[in-house]
């Protein structure tokens, strides 16, 4: 895990991109600490609020210190009173945040053909990584999919980076209509993939771990649980998860992701209590 930081950060600009809200935020202390796959977590509701639990995004970049004040970026999508509230924020408005958290994708040791695969504004996260394994030699190539073309994210500048970008969505008003783990397979060929990263929704991840064992190859995914403090205290993001030991354990997908190795994570057992979980005894389940 990071060393995250509280910060009363200064919003420099909001940005309208279909239907999300791109905020470049000043955050000198968390700008410092970045990593592709780290998050923050946001308060909402300003000082009087009922709303006590923040909000968790994950970064779609930093620009540490220099000549101006370090500032990080990240995207909402509004879902209820929480994220609507930050959707009303404007430039000059502060935003109480703290970051940044979580464990960061897992970089290669040497350069390896990898896909990426977002969904929605789960892209963020994977833009950053991209130029990561691209400056380090890796050949990239994106898969970007959502429901509809105004959910999708982050297609030019994946374009830009990477040059190679597949698009899908389930109604097929942009790109290949369907779902965009169905071009997967294909692109794990064209490129010669040795892995995969991917953010999205859950049943996307899940498909992704499946097709990327069936081709003998890694994934590496980050999950968008609801994460409501951060920092593993409250529990609220725990995920059934396989240790090295071969056990089965909840972690928290704040602290201990929210980036994991597909093949950890036991899909059809989330939102569940399995018995054979490593402290299943001690809650009676046995």
Not at 15 to 43: D, E, N, R
Not at 135 to 140: L, W
Not at 227 to 234: E, T
């Amino acid at each position: 895990m990071s060393n995250p930081v509280k910060e009363t950060a200064e919003i420099f600009s909001v940005q309208k991109v279909g239907a999300y809200y791109q905020f470049t935020v000043v955050a000198p202390g968390i700008a410092a600490g970045f990593a592709p796959g780290h998050f923050v977590a946001v308060a909402v509701g300003g000082e009087n609020t009922s709303m006590i639990l923040r909000r968790a995004f994950a970064l779609l970049g930093a620009t540490p210190s220099g000549q101006f004040a370090g500032t990080i970026q990240f995207v909402v999508a509004e879902h209820g009173a929480g994220t609507r509230w930050i959707t009303q924020r404007r430039a000059g408005d502060t935003l109480d945040i703290v970051g940044p958290l979580g464990t960061p994708f897992p970089l290669p040791s040497a350069p390896s053909p990898a896909v990426l695969v977002g969904g929605g504004y789960g892209t963020a996260p994977l833009l950053p990584l991209a130029a990561g394994l691209i400056e380090a030699g890796s050949a990239v190539e994106f898969l970007l999919g959502a429901a509809t073309s105004s959910r999708l994210y982050g297609e030019l500048a994946a374009k830009r980076l990477a040059g190679s970008v597949t698009v899908t969505t389930d109604d097929g008003s942009a790109g290949e209509k369907g779902l965009v783990t169905e071009a997967l397979p294909a692109a794990i060929e064209r490129i010669g993939a040795e892995v995969v990263y991917a953010c999205g929704p859950m049943g996307m991840l899940r498909a992704v771990g499946d097709i990327s064992r069936a081709h003998a190859i890694r994934a590496q995914v980050a999950v968008e649980e609801s994460m409501a403090c951060g920092i593993g205290v409250c529990m609220t993001c725990v995920l059934p998860v396989r240790g090295d030991d071969g056990r089965s354990r909840f972690v928290r997908s704040c602290v201990d992701g929210p980036v994991f190795d597909a093949d950890r994570v036991r899909w059809a057992d989330v939102g569940t209590l399995p018995p054979d979980l490593l402290g299943a005894d001690a809650m009676g389940l046995h």
